[in-house]
């Protein structure tokens, strides 16, 4: 496990200065503080990592090699994400966090009403949700897991679409409807297993 941490962290640091150099020459310098860009790949990473969060959790607390295997995907794929949106950052030569607070830039969206109480942003699972799933094992963890992650791929759709309407730069909608179609095929794909976890359970 801290192997193929160490290993995916260098990986993306790789990518991540790479990309910074492309999306330097590209459009380093046009993209403002309060741009739909800058909020998106600020939040989206934020979003991302919780999602990475929970994969590494569900990996240590179930044999299944199914459920690991997507917990897997969805670290690798989201935890690259992350390196490319925050290259973005550093070759705009923006902070990471926005000073004036999550979720502005997608104010007036639709996706921006489905945040639940106690969550940062749409999708994410509470501090008490992280809680439970850390303490469950095998089976119940499963269930949790898949619950807690198709509902965080949805919240992360709403970004992602909000992205594709609102962004202009075509790199940051390219990347958003990346996001979308990879979000809602594991969405359908979880809730296959999900349901077939169920009738086991039941």
Avoid: C
Wanted: no cysteine.
């Amino acid at each position: 496990m801290t192997s193929r941490r160490t290993f995916t962290a260098a990986g993306i640091l790789v990518l991540a200065a790479a990309v910074a150099f492309v999306v330097y020459t590209v459009f380093g310098g046009k993209v403002s503080d309060s741009s739909v860009e800058a909020g998106f790949a600020r939040d989206m990473s934020s979003h991302h990592r919780q999602a990475v969060e929970m994969s590494f959790i569900i990996r240590d607390r179930t044999d299944d090699e199914d459920v690991r295997r997507l917990a897997y995907d969805i670290a690798t794929s989201q935890s690259a994400q992350i390196g490319m949106m925050t290259a973005w950052l550093d070759a705009w030569g923006l902070p990471h966090v926005d000073p004036a607070g999550r979720m502005r830039w997608m104010s007036g969206h639709p996706g921006h009403t489905t945040v639940a109480p106690g969550a940062p942003m749409p999708g994410m699972a509470t501090d008490a949700q992280l809680k439970e799933l850390r303490a469950a094992h095998g089976r119940a963890a499963e269930i949790l897991f898949l619950k807690l992650m198709i509902a965080h791929h949805q919240g992360g759709v709403d970004m992602a679409r909000a992205a594709v309407d609102r962004a202009k730069e075509p790199e940051v909608q390219r990347l958003a409807r990346t996001m979308v179609n990879g979000q809602r095929s594991e969405i359908e794909l979880m809730n296959g297993m999900l349901a077939e976890r169920e009738k086991q359970q039941g």
